[in-house]
């Protein structure tokens, strides 16, 4: 769902810009309260799992689209809705700065898309009201099923948000080659599907991390044992298995379009749907703040669409998906230090 400069007039990027900036803002400011220590490492290696796995496109059978995981209901069930809202900016920032995937100028739409309503409709309005409330009985197997149900209905429900924004902000953009009816009719569908897969994936490592180290689930008090893996475990688990995702299952990835791309160009070479028809490579809106931001993406990209420059040698993804998820953990952790947001106190870790 990462949009493209080209989909957004500087008007309505800078808005989204000032409104992701403002919710950046609060989180800050809310972090900086925060006290446990605990969520430096997951922070990283949480941040490390999402970025790997957004490199996985899927196939979403039928289609000729495929998908991948958004990660904010993963980050917001792990960190909460504040430090996974601001380890989002980190991966999309590095994502579009360093490997050139969606555009500098709409940065700030891409971050309200993904990240805002994974990380506070999916906490609020989901992740905590379920795991709270009575669904599937008492004891381990209910809180299993409450964890299943909140990850999947969250990624859903926020997909279709983000999907949702997407169309209205390219409709505001007044961009003609996009019938707002038909935009939406192709988006929110194939979205649907997308996040069901995320929901399922998003309940697999949720369960690992309950069976683990429950405590370590935010915004419910689980009753479940403790200490089936120390914090280290758990972490160099979820380590590796980012590696693993980033450096190798990424070569697996599915060469269909995403569900944006899907919409605006479809796949008719593969003998799918024609949808909106747009030209790939002329399509959108230009202006002067979109070329200025592209020329700087550039400069900036060492390794643009995950890839050696001038070359399709496989090791080039491999070589992306390690150095991306090292950099992302990295610079979460450095921010957080940088910010004292998390402060060690007095219990055990």
Not at 81 to 97: D, N, R, W
Not at 144 to 150: F, K, V
Request: charged share 15%; proline share 3%; with cysteine.
């Amino acid at each position: 769902m990462h949009m493209a400069d080209a989909l957004l007039v500087p008007a309505v990027a800078a808005t989204m810009y000032v409104a992701s900036g403002a919710t950046a803002g609060v989180s800050i400011n809310k972090l900086k309260k925060d006290d446990e220590a605990q969520k430096l490492p997951v922070m990283a290696v949480t941040s490390a799992l999402v970025f790997a796995g957004q490199m996985i496109n899927y196939t979403i059978p039928g289609t000729g689209s495929s998908g991948h995981m958004c990660g904010g209901m993963l980050l917001t069930a792990l960190l909460g809705p504040f430090a996974g809202f601001l380890s989002m900016i980190v991966i999309l920032a590095i994502q579009c700065l360093f490997f050139a995937d969606g555009g500098l100028m709409a940065l700030g739409a891409n971050v309200w898309n993904m990240a805002f309503y994974g990380c506070f409709v999916g906490y609020y309005l989901i992740w905590r009201p379920i795991n709270n409330g009575g669904l599937f009985g008492k004891g381990k197997s209910g809180e299993r099923g409450r964890i299943i149900a909140a990850s999947i209905i969250g990624c859903i429900l926020t997909l279709q948000l983000g999907a949702f924004s997407v169309v209205i902000e390219t409709s505001l953009s007044g961009i003609t080659e996009l019938p707002f009816g038909a935009f939406l009719a192709l988006m929110q569908p194939i979205h649907l599907a997308i996040g069901l897969v995320e929901g399922l994936i998003t309940a697999a490592v949720l369960l690992f991390v309950y069976e683990s180290r429950p405590e370590l689930l935010q915004g419910a008090s689980f009753k479940g044992d403790s200490g089936q893996r120390s914090l280290k475990g758990v972490v160099a688990v979820l380590a590796v298995v980012a590696l693993v995702v980033g450096g190798g299952l990424s070569l697996l990835a599915s060469s269909n379009p995403d569900g944006l791309e899907w919409a605006l160009f479809g796949n008719a070479e593969e003998g799918y749907a024609q949808n909106m028809g747009l030209d790939e490579e002329n399509y959108g809106v230009e202006s002067s703040v979109a070329e200025k931001a592209g020329e700087f993406q550039e400069k900036m990209s060492f390794l643009p669409d995950y890839a050696f420059k001038d070359s399709e040698a496989a090791i080039g993804t491999t070589v992306s998906g390690i150095v991306g998820s090292v950099l992302v953990a990295a610079v979460a952790v450095l921010i957080s230090i940088a910010g004292g947001f998390f402060r060690r106190n007095k219990r055990a870790v």
